[in-house]
């Protein structure tokens, strides 16, 4: 078993660099299938979020993958190598189970990278690269979170990113119950700032998403009102406050759109966070006077609060993912000689029916059951002995102090024997 993890996050690669390897979620299975395909890894899942892209494969050479992944998004493998972080067996191992638990997260604590693991791991299922070792690595990942969300206060007074952009916001609006709010996009990103958001009770709410329907639920949830992406060039200027987070592979909201919301608005501040990796809004757009321009990378500083009260609980957390770690390094050692103990049954189970087959031979031909019996158990103990007592002859130096120790361990031999 070869594990193997490495990726990119907040903490190695500036945003412009993440966003270039960022996955898609409606081609995440086809990449999947690719990766696995052209032969790069036995096993892969890929977390993909706007702090971090990671992948997680059962790889003979790990090189591969990584090649795999400058290939599938057209960069030199140069481009991205000084943001690499590589990790192997219990290092990979350690990892996820940090990751999972909230340690590894601009926002120490938060809990939706769980639930992100736990969709890499169906994409993979339902790509078919979900394996028997991913699969162990992933439920023990889950496992492990959870004892450390239930037994440390990890997750207490947690300062969400959602949290941070409402704060964000009161810095620059008086009051957001006086200002008219537009989210772009539905997934859980979105549904968490609205819920932040529609807790001040903003003046009107929208929700913009390529699907009505699901801009419909979520609306209904905030008291909000559904539009789509095509509405949004006549739509933007009328809003105060823009929240972004979609898979769009494309900004959604360009430059000259926002000139032209802009001049509408008589150049009234237009407040924008953007949440989305690759960015949903055009770098460019920071530029413009009158608009306050957040990205992932530009909350960070907000969301470190409260961390400083925290440190007592994250050792506790490392105490507990240190001895999952343990734990899981063991299962995967045990599961390495498995090969091996299935060979030395099959030799032995050979050994087995070809002395059977030679004893009911005998028997048939009138000889008596003693001494078949007998010469059964003599030649089924010469054909069991003989591999150890070759190679006990043939060692010699300090290999053979090793193997004679191996050897009284083996047979619980004592010297005296």
Known sequence: MQLFA??????????????QVAFNEDGMEGALRDLVEN??????????TCNRMELYCNAVQPDHAIDWLAQYHHLARKDIDPYLYTLQREQAVKHSFR?????????LGEPQILGQMKQAMRQAEQAGTLGFLLHKLFQRTFSVAKDVRTQTEIGAN????????????????????????LFIGAGEMIELNAVHFAARSPKHITVANRTLERAHVLARRINGHAITLNELPEQLAHHDIIVTCTASPLPILGKGMVERALKARKHRPLFIVDLAVPRDVEAEVAELSDVFLYTVDDLAEVVKDGIDARQGAVREAEVIIDSGVVDFVHWMESREVVPTIRALRDHAERNRRHELDKALRMLSRG??????????????????LHAPTHALNQVHGDDREAFLDMIHRLYHLHTDE
């Open 6 to 19: 490495f990726g990119i996050n907040h903490q190695t690669a500036p945003l412009a660099v993440r966003e």
């Open 39 to 48: 032969g790069a890894a036995k096993e892969a899942a890929i977390l993909s």
């Open 99 to 107: 990751v999972a638990s909230g340690l590894d997260s601009m926002v």
């Open 158 to 181: 947690l300062v969400s990113m959602a949290a941070a952009a409402v704060r964000l916001a009161e810095r620059i609006f008086p009051s957001i119950s006086e200002q008219n709010v």
């Open 367 to 384: 000889e008596s059951p003693e001494q078949v019996l007998e010469a059964m158990s003599s030649s089924l103990t010469n054909k069991f």
